[in-house]
């Protein structure tokens, strides 16, 4: 019994054991005078009264207090007996709780600023991101400074100050080369030569003037908006084209310009042969809010085109435009389609269609005067409408056009909104084109 409590000598304990101070019962009560009063319980009271009573039993009872302690370390250090009134604080459970608090801010701060990346378009769903073109002068000239023609005349003559020959021989080949056509060049360099050895220009930038007047009156005499005839109920436009020239897209456009000119008109989805067409003439106008006259795919084009006609003089419609399929001009059987079209109109209204409008790729170049040429020999074509100006189209073709075939050119598309398509303005399309300045 004796040797159970007897202390163990230095040499007995462990090297690297840490060494402890003793302390008396007196001692132990003066560090802790309230270690009795403030315990809830008798078994908190307990051990302080043996503590008191005895250090032998201060060294019995204090491994039962806390019996995850070495019975022999616990009397040694006042550390080891703070955790024995340690339980009733209850500081510790607040610390341990506010580092799982503190992460909950940056999740709701994630989550919310996801929130708002994901609504921000939705704004902007099903519009066109595409800011559209400037009205007047300042338009044109931004859409069409990119294109063969504007670059060509822009380098010409700050390259060519002076005037002579060579300036004559570099504007001959600008010409050619933007599909102005070898006719139609040939005859506007010979004018301007005349001219030149005439004495008429006194330096280059006269020689500037004179080509914008001439090129605008090449373009003067087919600048001819379309007109809506009243008397026609409906007036019924067909448009025609070769395949990817932008015909749908057209129809959208024009039928929001008539729509915001206070027209009430149809569309009429003749295109049954694209995949998605009918679709996409049918989202246009649920967006301009105009009726759209459809049949299934692959349904017989000149039936849904007498449908939409029977309907329009129904309800009294003032506009009609019909859709039409891409085809090749090269195609004879495709072309007496077209024909065929234009035959069933008439038997509903001897006068329909009154405006055959055909669109024309301004990239085309000159395979545009064969398409036309085909065209105009099948259905007759009354107008023109030039798209896709923008971006690096050559646009000389406008003039290949205009002067051999005389046709009115009624629009030009020069941007994606339907804002962009504008009406033919020959001294804007010349000034496009052409620089303001020498060297510019």
């Known amino acids: 019994m004796l040797s159970f409590f007897r202390r163990k000598k230095p040499q007995d304990a462990p090297q690297d054991a840490p060494k402890t101070q003793h302390y008396s019962a007196e001692e132990l009560a003066a560090a802790f005078p309230q270690a009795s009063q403030d315990g809830p319980t008798a078994p908190v009271d307990a051990p302080a009264a043996a503590v008191a009573a005895s250090p032998i039993a201060a060294e019995v009872a204090a491994p039962v207090a806390a ?27 607040l610390v341990v709780a506010e580092p799982i608090a503190a992460p909950l801010p940056p999740p709701v701060l994630v989550a919310s600023a996801v929130t708002q990346e994901a609504a921000q378009p939705l704004p902007d769903a099903g519009q066109d991101s595409t800011v559209p073109a400037a009205p007047g002068k300042t338009g044109w000239r931004d859409r069409l400074r990119n294109s063969v023609i504007a670059r060509s005349f822009g380098g010409l003559f700050s390259r060519n100050p002076k005037l002579d020959d060579d300036l004559l021989d570099e504007l001959e080949t600008a010409l050619i080369t933007a599909d102005v056509g070898v006719g139609a060049t040939t005859a506007l360099v010979e004018s301007l030569r005349k001219r030149m050895k005439a004495r008429e220009f006194a330096d280059a930038n006269a020689l500037l003037a004179a080509l914008r007047g001439e090129l605008i009156a090449i373009l003067q005499p087919v600048a001819k908006p379309l007109r809506i005839d009243p008397a026609a109920k409906p007036f019924v436009v067909l448009t025609v084209g070769v395949n990817g020239v932008g015909k749908t897209t057209t129809i959208g456009k024009l039928a929001k310009r008539f729509k915001d000119d206070g027209h009430s008109l149809m569309l009429a989805a003749g295109d049954t042969f694209r995949a998605a067409a009918v679709a996409q003439l049918q989202a246009w106008g649920e967006r301009n809010g105009v009726a759209v006259v459809a049949q299934g795919q692959n349904a017989d084009a000149a039936s849904v085109a007498f449908d939409a006609l029977q309907a329009s003089k129904a309800r009294g419609t003032q506009v009609l435009i019909a859709d039409t399929a891409g085809r090749l001009h090269t195609q004879a059987g495709l072309m007496n389609e077209l024909g065929k079209i234009r035959r069933v109109l008439g038997k509903i209204d001897p006068t329909a269609p009154h405006e055959v409008l055909m669109v024309i790729d301004g990239t085309t170049g000159q395979n545009a005067l064969s398409q036309l040429r085909q065209f105009h020999a099948a259905v007759t074509v009354t107008g023109l409408v030039v798209t896709k100006l923008d971006g690096t189209a050559k646009g000389g073709v406008v003039f290949a056009l205009a002067r051999e075939f005389g046709i009115p050119i009624r629009y030009c598309g020069i941007g994606e909104r339907p804002e962009d398509l504008r009406v033919f303005d020959p001294e804007a399309f010349v000034d496009a084109l052409l620089p303001e300045a020498l060297g510019a």
Request: hydrophobic share 60%; aromatic share 0%.
């Open 67 to 93: 019996p995850a302690v070495d019975p022999v370390a616990v009397p040694d250090t006042a550390a080891a007996v703070a955790p024995a009134a340690a339980p009733p604080v209850v500081a510790e459970p």
